[in-house]
């Protein structure tokens, strides 16, 4: 079941930028730690980012750091990730997830129980 809300994908150049949104509209509080995972064709989805509701910490994988940068809008209920010099192997599915337990952001999917329905994104060379 979609619960949250995703835009921003598309088709763009190497070296070239995107940015993800991630509303949560059928919520009104906004105390869900919010992370963006991403799947490739015939890979396991796999964590891209993350962003704490309490303290706002930020985590990364190491194949985007220095490029991405997730950020929230807590009066908006909704978090971003702005993806700069893209690479071919960025080109996946990515999915927003939300987790509204008090923990920290937790990088496996089985801890979040609120996902967004998809958006593609496509890098070519």
């Known amino acids: 079941q979609v619960q949250l809300v995703e835009s921003g994908g598309g088709l763009v150049q190497a070296g070239g930028s995107l940015r993800l949104s991630c509303a949560n509209p059928?919520?009104?509080?906004?105390?869900?730690?919010r992370a963006w995972f991403r799947q490739a064709p015939g890979k396991a989805r796999e964590f891209v980012a993350g962003?704490?509701?309490?303290?706002?910490?930020?985590y990364y994988a190491d194949s985007v750091k220095g490029r991405f940068t997730v950020s929230r809008d807590n009066a908006k209920n909704t978090a971003y990730l702005q993806m700069n010099s893209l690479k071919p192997e960025d080109t996946a599915v990515y999915y927003c997830?939300?987790?509204?337990?008090?923990?920290?952001?937790?990088?496996?999917?089985?801890?979040?129980?609120?996902w967004g329905q998809g958006t593609q994104v496509t890098v070519t060379s």
């Open positions: 997830a939300g987790d509204a337990h008090d923990r920290p952001v937790a990088r496996e999917e089985a801890a979040y129980a609120l």
């Open positions: 059928g919520r009104t509080i906004n105390d869900d730690n």
């Open positions: 962003i704490g509701w309490k303290d706002g910490v930020t």
